[in-house]
């Protein structure tokens, strides 16, 4: 079953401070993996995208990890700042070819908050 | 530019009737797709259109139905509204079918009372 499992659920830091999400996913065939920040009532804003190949990705203060081989991938976001506090979320794409439909297949998310 | 725009923004309705959703995509993108999502969690797939053709279907009942027109925007309608409609319903564009680059619209939230 495809999959897309993220950790921690939720998770409080200190502005300034560093943090790192995980992603692990189960989607087979893969064609690509997205990070997205979630505000509150808000549409998903995607961060970073990287297909098979790619295994770093920089956005900013964002810099997203892959593994294919593995099948984990990590957001690691430095020097956090209070804007920061949103739900982040992993969601991958299976690849058309093999008959999987290109749908976005969702993490539940963690849910960020930066207190100063 | 502007991006995907969707109205309204917000909407409540009340149990039994009908709702229309709208969803302006970016200038050039021609596929849309509508997802669900209930507070604290993912979005689910509801559907997507390309070049004004249904090109996938989530697990949703035929309650709910969309249709693109031929400048791209689309409507997703809800019938015979439940309370548990109620959530954001977010509208995703991006320029061809398998395209990677989606762009998310801020959502419609509805309220089912």
């Known amino acids: 079953k495809n999959q897309v499992e993220q950790s921690p659920q939720s998770l409080i830091i200190l502005e300034g401070k560093n943090c790192t999400l995980q992603?692990?996913?189960?989607?087979?065939?893969?064609?690509?993996l997205r990070w997205y920040k979630q505000d509150t009532g808000r549409g998903p804003v995607s961060l970073t995208i990287?297909?098979?190949s790619e295994n770093t990705k920089s956005n900013g203060r964002y810099t997203a990890t892959l593994d294919a081989d593995t099948k984990q991938s990590s957001l690691h976001i430095t020097a956090s700042q209070l804007s920061d506090s949103a739900s982040y979320i992993c969601v991958v794409s299976g690849d058309r070819r093999a008959g999987n439909n290109r749908k976005l297949i969702w993490g539940l998310g963690t849910s960020l908050a930066v207190n100063p | 530019d502007a991006g995907v725009t969707q109205s309204p923004t917000h909407l409540i309705k009340t149990r039994g009737q009908h709702v229309t959703l709208r969803c302006s995509p970016i200038?050039?993108?021609?596929?849309v797709s509508w997802y669900q999502q209930v507070l604290g969690q993912g979005p689910q797939f509801i559907f997507q259109?390309?070049?004004?053709?249904?090109?996938g279907r989530g697990n949703f009942p035929d309650r709910f139905s969309a249709r693109q027109f031929p400048n791209y925007s689309s409507e997703l309608n809800v019938n015979a509204l439940l309370l548990g409609d109620s959530a954001l319903y977010l509208c995703?564009?991006?320029?061809?079918?398998?395209?990677?680059?989606?762009?998310f619209g801020s959502g419609t939230r509805l309220t089912v009372v």
């Open positions: 259109y390309y070049e004004k053709e249904e090109r």
């Open positions: 200038s050039g993108h021609k596929s």
């Open positions: 990287m297909t098979f």
């Open positions: 992603c692990n996913y189960t989607v087979s065939p893969f064609s690509n």
């Open positions: 995703a564009s991006s320029v061809q079918q398998g395209a990677a680059g989606y762009t």
